[in-house]
C-alpha cells in the first residue's frame, strides 16, 4: 500500500479504542486494521464517510474540524451554513432566524450554501444537455461517494459531474459580493463552511476536483448547535435578505439534489452501503436508462451526517417543512445564466483514481503477490469473522503478503494448528509408553 500521508479529519483516540471489530467490519472501503489490541486507520483507503465514528461504542474515533476561535485569523469572516443546518433546530420558522444568529456569535457576514446548491441545480441541469456525458451522470455533491469511487468503482470516475460541490460555489460568490460591498481584498476574508460531516472537512484541506479549495475552514454543526440555540427565537428577519429557492434548501436530504436536478430519470440513495449496491448496478451497465444519480453516504442526506445534532429523521421532516412553505420558483428561473461564468462552476483538475488498492506498482511483482494472496486464500476458512485484525480474509491475505501480519494471527488456523500439535503429542505420549 502507498504510504503517502494524507489529511483525513476522521481520527483515532487511541487511549479509548478498546481493538473491538465493530468499525473494522464496516468500514466501506476496508480502511481499518486492529493490530496489538488497537485499531489502525489505513491512510490511504479512507474517505472520511464517517461511518465508524457513528458505530464505535466508545467514541474512539473523532472529527476534527476548525473551531470558532480560528474565524479570529480574518478580518472579516463569512459563515457558509450547510442547509442541514436549518433542519437541527426544531419548529424553526424561517432560515434568516439561523443566519442572524450567526453573526450573533461572531461572524461579520453570511452567505446561504442552499444559494450556492440553487447555482449548481442549473450548471447541473445545463451540463446534463450534453449527449456524450456516460449515463447515469453521478453527482459529485457527497465528498465521501466521490472518493469511495476513486477508490473501489475507478471505472466510474468519468460519470462524475465535473461540477463544484454547492459549498464552494457559495464560497466563490460570498467571498466576491463582500469585496465588492466592502472594498476590501479577498485574503483578508475567511470563509468557513458550518458542516454535518467530516468528508467536507477533508475536501476543504484536500479538495476533489480542484487545485485549492474556496474555503478556509469547516466547523461542526455539533460544536455551534449550543451556541446557536439561545439566539435563534431572539432574531428578527434582515429586510434585505435574499433566500436561496426552496429546492436549494432541500439538498440537505436526499432526493432533493435529484428532484431539483433531474426529478423525471433520477435516483437518489443514501447510506453508504446501498450506494455501494447501486454504484455496482452501475458498473455492471445495469442502470445505463437513468439519467441521473444522488449518492449520499449519510442516511437521510446531510441531516444525518455525523456532526449534526438533530436526529436524522427529525430533521429531515423539519427541512420538508420549511421547504413546503417557501417559494415554489425553480432555480432555473431564480439563477441567470449568467450566473455560470461569473464565478468558477466547474472543476479545475480532472478526477484521479486512487490506486491504494493496488499489491505493487511494478506489474510483475504485482502478479506475484497476487499469485501469494490465491495461495493463502486456499488455506483460510473465508469467514471474514475480522479475529485476525483485518476485515475480510482476502484483505487478511494481502496484508500478509505486504508483511503486516501472519497465517498464526487467524485464529482459525491457529486452532487447527493446536489441534495437529495435541494430536501428535498424544501420538508421541503412547510411543514411548510403548
Known sequence: ???????????????????????????????????????????????DCGECIRICDYHAKVAVTDQLEDIKRFKYSIALPAPSLYGQFRGLKKPVYV??????????????????????????????????????????????????????????????????????????????????KHECAPHEVGCFFITPCPAKMTAIRRPIG??????????????????????????????????????????????????????GSSLSVDGIPNVIRVLEEVENLKLTDLEYLEGNACMGGCVGGPMAFENNY?????????????????????????????????????????DAMRLDDNLIVAMQMMNRVNEIMERLPGYDCGSCGSPTCRTFAEDIVHGYCSEMDCIHLMKERLRVMAEEMVTLAQTRRE
Not at 487511549?15 to 472501503?29: D, Y
Not at 469511487?149 to 460568490?173: G, K
Request: hydrophobic share 40%; with cysteine.
Open 1 to 47: 500500500m502507498l504510504e503517502e500521508k494524507r489529511y483525513h479529519s476522521v481520527r483515532l483516540d487511541k487511549e479509548r479504542c478498546r481493538g473491538c471489530t465493530n468499525c473494522l467490519t464496516r468500514c466501506p472501503t476496508e480502511a481499518i486494521r486492529v493490530r496489538g489490541g488497537r485499531a489502525h486507520i489505513v491512510d490511504t483507503l479512507c474517505i
Open 99 to 180: 443566519l442572524e444568529a450567526l453573526k450573533s456569535i461572531g461572524f461579520t457576514d453570511v452567505f446561504e450554501v442552499a444559494r450556492g446548491a440553487d447555482v449548481v441545480t442549473r450548471a447541473i441541469r445545463e451540463r446534463l444537455r450534453d449527449t456524450s456525458l456516460p449515463r447515469p451522470v453521478i453527482s459529485s455533491a457527497c465528498p465521501a461517494v466521490v472518493r469511495l469511487i476513486q477508490v473501489r468503482f475507478p471505472e466510474l470516475l468519468d460519470h462524475v459531474i465535473d461540477i463544484r460541490q454547492p459549498m464552494e460555489v457559495a464560497a466563490s460568490i460570498a467571498r466576491a459580493e463582500f469585496c465588492r
Open 210 to 263: 480542484q487545485k485549492k479549495s474556496e474555503l478556509d475552514g469547516a466547523i461542526s454543526m455539533m460544536e455551534l448547535y449550543g451556541l446557536l440555540l439561545p439566539h435563534i427565537e431572539k432574531m428578527q428577519a434582515d429586510p434585505n435578505f435574499v433566500p436561496a429557492t426552496g429546492y436549494g434548501v432541500a439538498w440537505a436530504t436526499s432526493d432533493g439534489e435529484a428532484n431539483a436536478v433531474c426529478p
Open 314 to 354: 427529525v430533521a429531515k421532516a423539519a427541512i420538508r417543512k420549511l421547504v413546503a412553505e417557501m417559494p415554489k420558483t425553480h432555480p432555473d428561473a431564480d439563477v441567470p445564466v449568467s450566473m455560470l461564468t461569473k464565478y468558477p462552476i466547474k472543476n479545475d483538475m480532472p478526477f484521479e483514481p486512487n
